[in-house]
């Protein structure tokens, strides 16, 4: 599902990212090679962030 429509970023990607190390939603559009255009996406990227964090023992 998309979860950034200005940058085309699914939730997949994002997931793959934020398991790879992402721990702010800038380095997430960062390692996607592009940045917050709308900033729309950016509670739902925080969320899954926080999410990944809290799974991953950080």
Known sequence: MYVC???ALTDKQIAAVVAAGA???HDVYA???CRAQCGGC?????SMVRAGCS???K
């Open 55 to 57: 799974a991953g023992g």
């Open 31 to 33: 390692a996607c090679g």
């Open 23 to 25: 721990d702010r939603p």
């Open 5 to 7: 429509m200005c940058n």
């Open 42 to 46: 950016t509670g739902t990227i925080l």
